[in-house]
C-alpha cells in the first residue's frame, strides 16, 4: 500500500506524498504515520536492556489458508482477513511458537507501531501490580494520590472506580464529532495540531483537572480514556517514577524484548499512558505469552498470579459493563483496563482504535497480536468479524 501512495518516499517528499502533523491522523497519511510516530511527536524511549533477547522459536503452520466464515456468511482465510482489515502485522504463538507471522505495508519485525488504547493495559496492570504490593490502595480517593484533581470530575472518585473505567465523569469520544471532549484531549495531549485560535489547555493534566462529574461514581462501566491518564498519574506518585521507565525497568528489560519501545510525551514531557505507546509485534507477542503463562517469562516474574487471576479470571462486573452502550461487545466486562470475553475458552484482550490488538486464549495456549491502521476508529465496525477470526485461528492452532 505505501509502495503505492509513495509516501514520504523521495528526498524530500513532494507535498502529494508529504506526511506531518496537519494529515498524519487521517487515511491514507496514517498508514505511513502509525509506524513514524517519533518522527512526528515528541517521545520518552523505554529501554530494551542489555539482557540477551528472549528467542521465540518459529514452528510455521498453514495458519493464512484456514477457511471460515465472515461476518456476512462468505468463505474467506485468516490471510484474506489479514489484507482486508488494513493489517500491517499479525504474529500468532502457539505454545510459545510463532505459528504465523506476517507484515505488510512496509513493516517489519523491528518496527515500532502506535498502539493506541492498548496502552491502557500496560497502565492498568501495573497499578493492579503496585495495589497487590500495597503501594495503592484502590480504596482510598484519587486525592490522596492526586490532590491537584481535589476541583476535578476525581476530586470525591475511588482509585477502584479509575481503574475499571467506572467513575462519572463528562468525557465523550466520538471521533467523528469535534466538540467532544476526546478532541480537547487529543489537542491537549498533541495527539492533534492545534486549531486556529486555541485557547485551551495544552497538557494532559491540566486538561484533567477541567473536567467535571457527570452521574454516580461506580453505577456503570463507561469507556474514558481520561481515566487511564489519571491512573498513569496515581502509579508515578505512588512509585516517584516516570512511567516510561517504570515500563522499562519492570517490563522491557526482565522479558527480554528485542526492541526498544517508545511512548508519547506531551509539551511538558507527560507521557501519554492512555494511548501513546509504541512498540514492534515480537515484542508485544512476548508480553502476551507472559500473560498467558501467569505472569512469568524468560525466567522472571513480571506480575503476580493473583494479580492476573483478579483481572483476567474474575473479572469486571458483567451488568455494570452494559452500561457502556458497546452491543458489539456483548458478554464482555472490563477490569484494570483490559477485556474479559468470557468465552468459553477464557480469552481476554488489549485493544486500541485503527485495529491494535493483543489477544489471548488461555484453553488454546494461544496469543495474537495485531497491528492495522484501518481507516475507521471505532472497534464496533469491525468486531463482529475480528471475533470470527479469532475463533477461526483458535481452532486452526488447536489442529
Known sequence: MLDKLG???????????????????????????????????PSHNIRHGNAPVAVLPVTNKPIGSFVF????????????????????????????????????????PWSPHLLFSMTKSFTGLMAAQLAQDGKIDPN?????????????????????????????????????????????????????????????KTNIYDFLKTLQKEGEHGAGFVYRTVHSEVLGWIVSRA?????????????????????????????????????????TARDLARFGEMLRRGGEFNG???????????TFVKGGDREKFKAGGMPFRAGYSYRNQWWMLHNADGAYEAA?????????????????????????????????MTLRAWAALAQAVRQ
Do not use: C
Request: negative net charge; aromatic residues 10%; proline residues 5%.
Open 7 to 41: 509516501l514520504m518516499s523521495t528526498f524530500p517528499p513532494t507535498d502529494a506524498q508529504r506526511v506531518d502533523l496537519s494529515n498524519s491522523h487521517k487515511y491514507p497519511q496514517m498508514r505511513w504515520s502509525l509506524q513514524h510516530v517519533a518522527e512526528l511527536h
Open 69 to 108: 466464515e465472515d461476518d456476512k456468511g462468505k468463505k474467506t482465510n485468516i490471510d484474506e482477513w489479514f489484507n482486508s482489515s488494513y493489517s500491517d502485522a499479525i504474529v500468532v504463538l502457539h505454545k510459545g511458537h510463532i505459528v504465523y507471522e506476517r507484515y505488510d505495508n512496509q513493516m517489519k
Open 140 to 200: 482510598a480517593l484519587v486525592t490522596q494520590y492526586v490532590p491537584e484533581l481535589a476541583g476535578s470530575a476525581w476530586g470525591d472518585m475511588k482509585v477502584r472506580d479509575v481503574m475499571d473505567m467506572t467513575g462519572a465523569v463528562r468525557f465523550r469520544e466520538v471521533y467523528t464529532d469535534p466538540t467532544t471532549e476526546i478532541f480537547g484531549y487529543s489537542w491537549a495531549s498533541g495527539m492533534l495540531p492545534l486549531p486556529p485560535g486555541y485557547l485551551g
Open 239 to 279: 512509585t516517584n517514577k516516570h512511567w516510561a521507565d517504570l515500563m522499562s525497568e519492570n517490563i522491557w528489560q526482565k522479558l527480554g524484548m528485542e526492541e526498544d519501545a517508545y511512548v508519547m510525551v506531551d509539551s511538558v514531557g507527560t507521557p501519554l499512558q492512555g494511548a501513546g505507546l509504541n512498540a
Open 300 to 310: 522472571k516474574r513480571i506480575f503476580d498470579k493473583a494479580v492476573l487471576d483478579d
Open 352 to 384: 486500541g482504535i485503527h485495529g491494535q490488538m493483543i489477544h489471548v486464549n488461555p484453553a488454546a495456549e494461544m496469543v495474537v497480536v495485531k497491528l492495522a491502521s484501518h481507516p475507521v476508529a471505532g472497534a464496533g465496525f469491525t468486531h463482529a
